[in-house]
């Protein structure tokens, strides 16, 4: 079996950090979303990954390089619009084969595995099995309608009036009879090859598509509030470790994880967190759900329930919660505090207390 990982999606719901890097590559307790992705389908003992990528393909490849410290073997497959699922598939055609292959969205967020789902589809075989969860909102996913014995009977994309509360959540498994169904598709009215449209061709031409409903936590980290949520998840898992500096002014509680390099200067960290590679955390206080990337500094600052990339600088701010600092961004009071002084980009958000 293969792995088809997709990464080639504008990331609109995360600008502006989309402008500049890859949502997938945003960090998630430490680490790119990507990564919790190819460790996933590594753990089903898949060992080779191709991905598609658009604009932000060499940030990808500098990040995932060829894939061998995941024990994987990584091939990158351009795509120069975003054409749809069910296009990925057919680009993908060459790598695939006629192997059996799993299809991940690559920005979402399956902290609990998908080994249940593989092992299922590996024992039954089907044409294809598409993973679901029960949501609030059907009209913005793809939803399956399903008999008695699991077996999909309808497949809609973002249907106005559902007939059933399953989404699909981005994970699919699939046998060589996709390549028929996506060949036979056509455009939606939004000019995209659904996969659930090509999905809903197996079912009409009388090939077996099951479904496996997902027990686990399921975020698509494709906006801020789920990807701190997500944040909040993984490092409720943590086990503390101190391999940097704690002078003996400061107070950890909690899990917290101290990486190399790191030091902590009269402060104090409530797990769990994650206090990055090279980072400065002094005369302040970290909060519960709070990971901290590499080579940042941290002073006379408050700030819990956040995530603040690479080389970040943050001072002076007495109370910064839900946030998401972008890799060398500068926080810090200016030099009149009767006014506020920013620099925002387009589709930035900004709250301000009052």
């Known amino acids: 079996m293969k792995a088809l990982v997709l990464s080639g999606g504008a990331g609109t719901r995360l600008r502006p950090f989309s402008y500049s890097m890859p949502k997938q590559l945003i960090p998630v307790a430490g680490k790119p ?43 990158y497959l351009p795509q120069d619009q975003p054409l749809g699922l069910a296009h990925c598939v057919r680009l993908a055609r060459d790598f695939l084969g006629d192997e059996e292959f799993v299809m991940y969205l690559g920005d979402n967020m399956l902290p609990d595995g998908i080994r249940d789902v593989a092992a299922d589809f590996r024992r039954r075989r089907p044409a294809a099995h598409v993973v679901l969860q029960k949501v609030t909102d059907p009209r913005a996913f793809g939803v399956a309608e399903l008999d008695t014995t699991g077996r999909v009977r309808r497949v809609v994309e973002k249907p106005q009036q559902p007939r059933s509360d399953l989404a699909l959540i981005g994970v699919y498994f699939f046998t060589a009879a996709i390549h028929q169904a996506v060949a036979a598709v056509r455009p939606s009215a939004r000019g995209e090859l659904e996969i659930t449209d090509a999905i809903q061709w197996l079912v009409s031409h009388d090939f077996e598509v099951r479904a496996s409903e997902y027990a686990g936590y399921w975020k698509d980290a494709g906006q801020l509030e789920d990807v701190l949520d997500c944040n909040r998840r993984l490092l409720g898992e ?32 409530d797990g769990p967190a994650i206090i990055g590679d090279g980072t400065l955390v002094e005369d302040s206080r970290i909060g519960p759900g709070t990971a901290i990337g590499s080579h940042c500094v941290l002073r006379n600052t408050r700030l819990a329930d956040s995530i603040v990339l690479d080389g970040a600088t943050i001072a002076g701010t007495p109370g910064l919660h839900g946030s998401l600092v972008g890799r060398s961004a500068v926080v810090a009071p200016g030099g009149d505090r009767s006014y506020h002084r920013l620099v925002v980009g387009d589709h930035t958000r900004v709250e301000i207390a009052d």
């Open 238 to 269: 943590l086990r503390g470790e101190v391999a940097g500096e704690v002078d003996a002014d400061s107070r950890l509680t909690g899990q917290v994880v101290i990486c190399p390099g790191a030091r902590v200067v009269r402060s104090r960290i």
């Open 33 to 75: 979303v990507l990564e919790h992705v190819l460790g996933n389908i590594r753990q089903v003992g898949v060992d080779e990954v191709g991905i598609v990528v658009g604009d932000g393909g060499p940030a990808i490849a500098e990040a995932i390089g060829d894939g061998d410290r995941f024990g994987l073997r990584v091939t």
